[in-house]
């Protein structure tokens, strides 16, 4: 207990800035996320099938556009110009769900949406990456997560009394939205300084042929998981639907996500900081077992109180594993290509989100909610066979040297 105050006093202020800003847009991006799949339904008519391949053609498209963005970061030498558009385009897109009249206007807000997160998100994890000393970067990212988490929560929370305050009008509710993602815009703008860089470095594509060799098998490996655990974990959109199908009065539903990201707050700090610690290898495998365990619950409820618990473990999940897969890229990549590390990290993840996602929807038309968290549970358990191999297979590589 006494080591947590020297930790955080260690993580540089441009650390917490940025987590503020990302907490911010969360803010406003959560207010309209977690009452869109209701609006996508009860308003406009949507099918689940459909919300689920907007949904994953959403978060592909922002781990798709980091690829570019994080590796013309490393090739301007540059972050925070990128970071800083991105987050722009982010506020400006608000307005749309707010005049939408059809599901196509949603489509066009959500793409352009997820676009600004996708220009912005590499070059932020490698700025944070940048100013943070690595024998504590699995704490500045568990913080910075945390932070971000906090406005996933705060949103919802926003959306529900607003929601009960003006008789279920979305609209009123999307527009309000507006108001913290250009504070989160102005804060970034006077409250981050990115390091300087050397002068006389010469410029070369980041994803050049020799440049992709330089990442290494190492940082493939984490690519890949990352994939796999994307497949086992689809939109949080179909969260929303389950609570929605348990019960729960409409105004209300958006405090599932406020749970989820209650526990997801709370805990990425401390997981992050016990990564700078412990085997990542068997941090992701209890992550799995802990998401493997939210599926089965979720698929067997039918009350909001046992919704409620699923939605807790997935939150738990989140706490455990996303700080560390972002530690992971940051580690394994040379300090010039972590802006085209963590792009291609999220490009084969926002792949698998898009299969994930379309995969889940499907199942919930065809099959019913309980096929849809069974069919995760299944992802789960492929994802840590292949962990418990790579594990051991690395393990009977090391005795072999010896």
Not at 40 to 63: H, N
Not at 193 to 212: A, C, F, S, W
Not at 243 to 271: D, E, K, R
Request: hydrophobic share 55%.
């Amino acid at each position: 207990m006494n080591d947590k105050p020297s930790v955080l006093k260690q993580i540089p202020t441009g650390v917490w800035v940025l987590g503020f800003v990302s907490m911010l847009m969360d803010i406003s991006s959560e207010m309209i996320h977690s009452l869109l799949p209701m609006f996508m339904v009860s308003v406009l008519g949507t099918s689940a099938f459909t919300v689920g391949i907007i949904e994953g053609m959403a978060e592909a498209t922002a781990l798709i556009v980091k690829v570019f963005s994080g590796a013309l970061s490393d090739y301007l030498g540059k972050r925070k110009g990128l970071a800083m558009f991105g987050y722009a385009l982010g506020a400006l897109t608000k307005p749309l769900f707010a005049m939408a009249s059809s599901t196509g206007v949603v489509v066009t807000a959500r793409l352009l949406d997820r676009v600004g997160k996708g220009v912005r998100g590499a070059p932020r994890d490698a700025l944070v990456a940048d100013i943070t000393p690595a024998n504590i970067r699995g704490a500045a990212f568990g913080l910075r997560q945390s932070l971000d988490t906090v406005g996933a929560f705060l949103g919802p929370l926003l959306a529900v009394a607003l929601m009960l305050l003006w008789a279920n009008d979305f609209r009123a509710v999307f527009w309000v939205a507006v108001v913290p993602g250009v504070m989160a815009v102005a804060l970034l703008l006077i409250g981050v300084r990115e390091p300087e860089r050397k002068e006389g470095q010469r410029r070369t594509n980041p994803v050049r042929r020799e440049n992709l060799v330089r990442l290494g098998r190492p940082y493939w490996w984490v690519v890949a998981i990352g994939a796999v655990f994307t497949l086992a974990r689809f939109s949080e959109a179909f969260l929303v639907l389950k609570a929605q199908q348990s019960g729960i009065a409409m105004a209300l539903v958006p405090l599932v996500m406020v749970a989820m990201n209650v526990v997801y707050s709370v805990s990425a700090y401390p997981f992050g900081k016990l990564s700078d610690r412990m085997s990542h290898s068997k941090l992701l495998a209890l992550g799995l077992v802990v998401l493997f365990a939210a599926d089965l619950v979720l698929a067997n409820s039918s009350h909001w109180a046992s919704v409620l618990a699923g939605v807790a473990l997935w939150g738990i999940h989140m706490g455990m594993t996303q700080g560390l897969l972002a530690t992971m890229v940051a580690d394994t990549a040379p300090a010039d290509l972590r802006g085209t590390a963590y792009g291609f990290f999220n490009l084969m993840s926002g792949l698998a989100m898009l299969v994930a996602s379309g995969l889940a929807g499907w199942l919930w038309d065809a099959q019913g909610a309980a096929a849809t968290f069974y069919g995760g549970a299944v992802f789960c358990a492929i994802a840590l066979v292949v962990l418990v191999w790579k594990f051991f297979a690395s393990a009977g590589s090391a005795t072999a040297t010896r």
